[in-house]
Each structure stands twice: as C-alpha cells, then as structure tokens.
C-alpha cells in the first residue's frame, strides 16, 4: 500500500495511463522529443515517402466530393456501434455467470475480436476520409497523403504495441483472481476494469479518423 501510495502519478493519454494502472508500473518519461522518436521509426523508403508528401505538389482536386456531413454522420454512427457493443456485451455485465471466472481464455477471445472490429472500423474510415480529402482543396490532398505514409509507417508498431493488451488484462485476472478468490465480487471489477481498456482503445485508435474529419469539417 506504501508503495501504490508512493507511485507517481503516469502522464500521457487515457489509454495508456490506465493500462499503467492495471499493471502496476511506473511509466517513465519518455528521454526523446515525439520527432527524435518517430525518426527512429522511419526506414528509407517510409522516410523518402513522406518527404515526397510534404514537398511535392499539391494534388488538384477531383469532382464528386462526398458530403462532409454524410461523412461526419457515419463516423458517429460507426462510433456509437462500437462503444455499444462493448458496453453491451453480456461476457462483460456485472453479475453475469461465473462460469467463465477460472479461465481468462473467454475474455482473451473478446478482447481480439473487439480489437480486429475497432482496426477494420477505424482503417475503413480513415481511407474514406482522405479520398475525400484528396477532392476537397490542393493543402488537404497533401495532408491526406501525408496521413496515408503515417499510416503505413506506424501501423506496424501500433499492432506489435496493442497486440499486448490481451496479455496485460490477463495479468489483471490473476492478480485479481488471486487477491478476491473468497469473493465474488472481484470479477465483476475485472469486468469493468476491462470494459474500461476496450473504450479507451476505441479513443485511441479514432483520433486519426477524428483530426482528418476535423480538418474536412473546417475546410
């Protein structure tokens, strides 16, 4: 308790500082600005590609524009089926059977399946909405391209990344497993706990999908 009480307290986005807590560690600072970092990221060609993104010409854009507000409505309405699948889902709901209570294999399953939804959701619209950014204005073409290199170039990292969230929520369901074995209770607050992860990676991965519709919005 000392020591929980001691633990500094970890800064960065919601996602990340939450699944500190789960795991009970303390997240340094990271020692390199965000571009020192992202160098490091970039091969060659990554790095050649988004040079030609930044520098080239702008693309001319192209007729048959989709409606900014269609585009804004099926990101929310994409959103929204999201979030309430994980809020809804019965593996997930507070009291629910414990038939499942010693085997993390269930929650693993649901864990990569909301997963695999949230990437094929958030990949989907991200490239809708750069096609629409590539007919909206010679400066959102570019940015549209330059969000097509980033992607590439990051996309790899982030699965290698979140591809460990699985295993840190298991972790949680033993340590709570082990600390609540004469209650009942502590399944639900591993329920919850990762109901809380699940919505936060839904916040993560919709940032792109926010700032590119944020930019066609205010074109």
Request: glycine share 6%.
């Amino acid at each position: 308790m000392a020591q929980a009480a001691l633990r500094p307290t970890v800064r960065g986005p919601t996602f990340i500082r939450l699944l500190a807590r789960l795991a009970e560690v303390d997240v340094a600072a990271p020692g390199q600005s965000l571009p020192d970092r992202l160098g490091q990221w970039l091969d060659w060609n990554h790095a050649l590609s988004l040079a030609a993104a930044l520098d080239g010409r702008p693309t001319s854009p192209q007729v048959g524009s989709p409606a900014t507000d269609d585009l804004h409505a099926e990101c929310v309405r994409a959103r929204e089926i999201l979030t309430t699948a994980i809020h809804g889902d019965p593996l997930l709901a507070p009291g629910a059977s414990a038939d499942t209570g010693n085997d993390f294999a269930a929650y693993r399953q649901l864990c990569l399946a909301r997963q695999r939804a949230l990437q094929a959701t958030t990949g989907r619209l991200r490239g809708k909405l750069r096609d629409a950014l590539m007919q909206a204005s010679p400066e959102l073409a570019r940015l549209a391209e330059v969000d097509a290199v980033m992607e590439a170039t990051l996309t790899p990292r982030e699965h290698t990344l979140l591809a460990k969230v699985p295993d840190l929520l298991h972790q949680r369901f033993e340590r709570l497993r082990a600390a609540g074995h004469a209650s009942p209770t502590w399944l639900d607050g591993f329920r919850r706990d990762m109901q809380s992860v699940l919505l936060a990676e839904l916040d993560l991965r919709f940032q792109p999908v926010d700032a590119l519709l944020a930019a066609l919005r205010t074109s």
